[in-house]
């Protein structure tokens, strides 16, 4: 038997332990497909104690998984629950985004029902807000009757007669990954390139897709603070998608700025609205039409990204996915009446204070921080800090001032919806400090999409070799 092995033969089966394989990584060297299945199994079973987990979990945070071992685990993962299953005539139809979460982030919303509109079938599985990143989940419960829990069944019944459902993660779709999410979030091993690619991936891997894209974001609001930090994770993960058989694309895209101008939760589902009737921020349609072209062109339904972006414009201009959003909306359990006339005048409740900030001085707007204003808004009580909180829908801010706009010292520039807490004199200072003016003329601000992370063999799904091609070219 081998020096490095952690198995002893038994039986005609091996028999691992656990203190092996920790040993094993610790030592910086490679785990075996039938190791990491070892680890997950016994995690199911409750066989593996909690500080075995966390110090494995440390060890792979410190040593890294090579992409074998990030694939295994992956693999490992998903068969830790069940998988979704759709009817044969929609193969190549199912499709998916996910995003690393930022502020102001509600592409989803607008984008399953214009990919509906499309043909498409969407079983989007979303999250909800942690932290000073929003959840596609949270903005749409602002939406009286909305229910995020939806079986296997219901998701199938859905997509018959819907085309899209936006749901929550169901307990069977990949548990393991509850249970080592749980583990990481505090052994401070979170923040883990094989990790997080191997948690993210199954559960899309679960959902048994045709395509899949990823929006990796980063800047001061995003889980990645640089570009080349966002470029390694998309890597990782594409790689890991197209191995798996799924074409997968990712966007590299700016969080710095909020995306839109509305953040916090009813506030966002209304500015979503403004997209599906064609109308709304330039920044947020253009995420919403080029993640859509991808897709559409990943899964063969446009010959083209720009062919696809504009079967994605053309839907949101002539209300049919409106349509879709608001009968995914009443398959969703919103009362009828409200779901079909649901407009961007429709009433979500709103907070009881408002309060306009002006600017300080006169000149050209570089820069709106979005992790400031997503910090306090949160602290008012539109996010949470902890999974338990309970948040506040109606809170919320309006930016009214964008990005390469010339601006007047004394112009409103953000309205705050609050309620308790109220606004205090060091938020509204923390504020005015999010908001950077300079004395540069007036510009036009640059696309969000800064790269795109696209696999070679879009079609085959068994390349795993990325190329990066510049975006906006
Ligand atoms: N989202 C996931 O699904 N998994 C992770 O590990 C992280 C975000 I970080």
Partial sequence: MMATTTAERCNDTFQFRIADIIGKKRNGLPLSSQEIRHVVKETMRGQVQDSQLGALLMAIWLRGMNSEETMSLTKEMVASGCVLTWPEEWHGLLVDKHSTGGVGDKVSLPLAPALAACGCKVPMISGRGLGHTGGTLDKLESVPGF????????????????????????????????????????????????????????????????????????????????????????????????????????????????????????????????????????????????????????????????????????????????????KMMEAQGVQPDIARSLNSNSNLGKASHIEELIAQTTGTVELIRARPIAEILNALGAGRKKATDVINHNIGAEILVKVGQHVEKGFPWIRIHYEKPPLHDTQRQALQNALCITDRPAFTPPSLIRDIIVSHDKKQGNDTTVQREKANN
């Fill in 147 to 326: 229910s995020s829990k939806q079986s296997p069944e219901q998701m199938l019944e859905i997509l018959h007669s819907v085309g899209c459902c936006i749901v929550g993660q169901s307990a069977n779709l990949v548990p393991a990954d509850k249970i080592l999410y749980e583990m990481r979030d505090v052994t401070a091993t979170v923040d883990s390139l094989p990790l997080i690619t191997a948690s993210v991936m199954s559960k899309k891997v679960a959902e048994s897709l045709s395509a899949l894209i990823l929006d990796v974001k980063f800047g001061e609001a995003a889980q990645s603070p640089t570009i080349e930090d966002a470029r390694r994770l998309a890597h990782s993960l594409v790689s890991v998608g197209v191995s798996l058989g799924i074409p997968t694309i990712a966007l590299i895209t700016n969080m710095d700025n909020p995306i839109g101008h509305c953040v916090g939760n009813s506030l966002e589902v209304i500015e979503a609205l403004k997209c599906l009737e064609g109308k709304g921020p330039e920044d947020l349609r253009e995420l919403v039409t080029r993640t859509g072209g991808y897709l559409l062109w990943l899964c063969g339904q446009a010959v083209s990204e720009s062919q696809g972006a504009e079967k994605i414009a053309k839907v949101l201009d002539d209300g049919s996915a409106l349509q879709c959003f608001r």
